[in-house]
């Protein structure tokens, strides 16, 4: 967003992703692909469940690494990068959109927002600001202090996306987003997901859902079949 | 610096709101915890401000008492024992003491009677100790009558009341002339209770003793350091028995906080995936669950000690008195000293806010370790 | 106001207590001073041994100057001091023969 440094494109080189590996239940999710992501971009990985664009995003997003091959930020190796600084760049790179919305429950609308800043020890009470600011853009400024789980789906997940930008990432990441939404609430999510584009956020959506990977705003469709990418 | 407090702050506020959401369980937890705390610091604290009253207070008892031994049973002494124990180096003044029980069957207690050596008491009269005037009603100028040894009831006129503030050392006694105590127990002329010597140097008192069990075999020298130090055993013994009949309980209260602590639920760990996933590291986590445990384990601490300092010091430890005291008709009324022992304070500190506090941690380390990406899936 | 502020200031007001408890223990245990110097002073005018915290029976009532053989005493050197004379053995300087 404002001020932030502009994003730098994303490279997977020959990436693999084994589960179980070596034992008798060993499953290759990911069987080596090379892909190119223009950052300032929309980008809907597509595929039947299973297909590994989960495992794919996961591994983009600095939440697993691959088995073999190499994903780059810009000139940055980022796959072989130590716990402390993939924890590092989940925080600062990347905003995270769950399927499941993985808010947590019992915690306010506001705090749930608040917790990915919360470890770098800024200043709170702008965390705090900048928390509100976000839930009112989103139409959620009277429901800050609700609990989570009074909220509504749609409700949800826009608080869903405040989390992921509060601490103001140069690239957002969605996992099925609209997956527990109805069609209204769906094509309300990609006018937000529009709207992020404009402000030269780089998005990267998987979803299996027409609404999704047809919306006009999508620049670029992936489409995975069984690890790998079928184009 | 700033930072760090930061970040520290907004894990405890977390953590807070995150406790926040079981208010009943939490607050339970606390209060069974805090109730933990509260007995163990206040046998501590009772047991330890006698222990140092009785050390204190006793410090002026004679130093060395010499009780005659027949057939393995206290005797009176007969008065020639003074002058058989010859001349002993150190020994600067030695006499006869005159005391004993009376059992009063009219309110079911013992008194303690006792001939004062440095007081003149007038014959028929006496001065009874706080716990006995209590009892039975007594003032100055009542009558008190009691049945001697001889079966003849003897009628006493109260000269006066001991100060109630030493009723710890005096609520049971009474206080009458060297004739009446003879005729009442019917104890003849030339015989003593036991012989008090008075040894102004420590250093010598082993060889006093040693000396007094060579030249007079069927005696026994006690000494105040025996004394102070029975005193001593005495209230470490009944702490300790305290401490055995609360053991079930702690015991009880262990595995539950560490149940409740170290067992990581389905959804703590969902939560502590999320935390991973949205950018939390994992000594983030484990900070946030060791603010978890202190937060609990300090409030009741701190509680529980608060409490017990007030139950202690302020209501004379009403709720476990007869436990620690043993049972006495002629109850002392008192209030201990406040007194508070910094490295008891430290002991019960360690032993209550560290155990928890660990637990909670433990199992986290497990969980944090593990990939974030599992809230993917 | 912050839970965590919140917090701070209920966990620095319980602290504040505890100090209190010890200027309390301070002040309160110097007053009673003269209480002890005058129940010492009677101690020793009156030669007394022990405390009328039990006074059932003589072997509670003066443990100290307990018979050589009393219920519930284990051992001869055991100064009595029921029913813990059964738990506790003599101090080691007792039990050393004479």
């Known amino acids: 967003m404002n001020g932030a440094p502009a994003m730098e494109v994303i490279r997977l080189q020959q990436v693999k992703k084994a589960f179980n590996q070596g034992r008798p239940n060993e499953f290759w999710a990911i069987r080596g692909v090379d892909l190119e992501l223009e950052p300032g971009r929309i980008t809907v990985l597509k595929g039947p469940s299973g297909s590994g664009k989960t495992t794919l995003l996961s591994m983009i997003g600095c939440l697993s690494r691959p088995t073999s091959g190499r994903i780059l930020l810009g000139d940055r190796i980022l796959s072989g990068l130590p716990e402390r600084f993939m924890t590092e760049e989940r925080r600062r790179t990347f905003g995270f959109i769950f399927q499941q919305f993985n808010l947590i429950k019992g915690l306010t609308a506001l705090d749930n927002v608040m917790l990915p800043g919360c470890p770098l020890g800024g200043d709170h009470r702008a965390l705090r600001q900048r928390a509100r600011e976000l839930l009112g853009r989103f139409g959620l400024e009277d429901r800050a202090a609700s609990r989570v789980e009074w909220l509504s789906g749609g409700e949800a997940q826009r608080t869903a996306i405040a989390r992921a930008l509060i601490n103001q990432p140069r690239c957002l990441i969605a996992d099925e987003p609209t997956a527990n939404l109805d069609s209204r609430l769906s094509e309300a999510f990609m006018e937000i997901v529009a709207g992020l584009r404009e402000q030269g956020m780089t998005v990267l959506l998987t979803s299996h859902d027409p609404l999704v990977y047809d919306a006009p705003v999508v620049d670029r469709v992936v489409a995975m079949h069984d690890g790998r990418v079928v184009d | ?377 | 106001m912050r839970p965590s502020a919140r917090f701070a200031l209920f966990i620095g007001l319980l602290t504040t207590l505890l100090s209190l408890s010890l200027l309390d223990a301070g002040l309160r245990g110097g007053d009673a001073g003269d209480r002890i110097a005058r129940m010492r002073r009677q101690v020793e005018a009156l030669e007394l041994t022990d405390l009328a915290l039990f006074t059932e029976a003589r072997y509670t009532r003066n443990p100290t100057q307990a018979d050589w053989f009393t219920p519930f005493q284990d051992h001869p050197m055991a100064l009595e001091h029921f029913p813990s004379g059964s738990l506790l053995q003599p101090p080691a300087l007792l039990r050393r023969p004479r």
């Open chain 2, 1 to 377: 610096m700033k930072r760090l407090l930061r970040r520290q702050a907004c894990l405890l506020d977390f953590t807070l709101s995150s406790l926040a959401r079981r208010p009943g369980k939490n607050l339970g937890l606390l209060l069974v915890y805090g109730l933990i705390v509260f007995l163990l610091a206040s046998v501590m604290l009772f047991t330890d401000a006698l222990r140092s009253e009785a050390r204190q207070v006793l410090a002026r008892s004679p130093e060395i008492i010499l009780q005659r031994v027949v057939a393995g049973r206290h005797a009176l002494i007969p008065a020639g024992y003074l002058e058989r124990m010859g001349r002993i180096r150190g020994v600067t003044a030695r006499h006869g003491r005159l005391w004993g029980y009376f059992y009063d069957p009219a309110v079911q207690a013992n008194y303690t009677l006792l001939v004062p050596r440095n007081r003149r008491i007038a014959d028929g009269e006496i001065v009874v100790g706080a716990g006995i005037a209590r009892t039975r009603g007594l003032d100055r100028g009542d009558f008190l009558t009691l049945r001697g040894s001889d079966g003849t009831a003897r009628s006493f006129r109260v000269a006066e009341r001991l100060e109630g503030e030493s009723e710890l050392v005096s609520s049971d006694l009474i206080l009458l002339s060297e004739a009446d105590f003879r005729a009442f127990f019917g104890v003849p002329e030339g015989l003593y209770t036991d012989l008090v010597l008075t040894v102004r140097n420590p250093r010598e008192l082993r060889k006093v003793a040693e000396k007094l069990t060579l030249r007079l075999p069927d005696t026994r020298p006690i000494l105040r350091d025996e004394i102070l130090r029975t005193y001593d055993a005495i209230f470490g013994w009944r702490q300790g028995i305290v401490f055995v009949l609360l053991a079930g309980a702690i015991l009880a209260f262990v595995i539950f906080a560490w149940d409740k602590a170290s067992g990581l639920s389905a959804e703590e760990r969902r939560e502590i995936g999320i935390l991973k996933a949205v950018g939390w590291e994992t000594s983030d986590v484990i900070r946030m669950k060791f603010w978890e445990g202190a937060v609990i384990s300090l409030s009741a601490f701190l509680l529980g000690y608060l409490a017990a300092y007030a139950h202690v010091f302020y209501t004379s430890a009403a709720l476990f008195e007869p436990v620690l005291k043993g049972w006495a008709v002629l109850y002392p009324e008192f209030r201990p000293l406040p007194r508070v022992d910094g490295l008891q304070l430290a002991t019960l500190f360690f032993f209550t806010v560290f155990p928890y506090t660990l637990a909670t941690i433990v199992p986290i380390w497990r969980a944090a370790t593990t990939d974030p990406d599992q809230v993917m899936r």
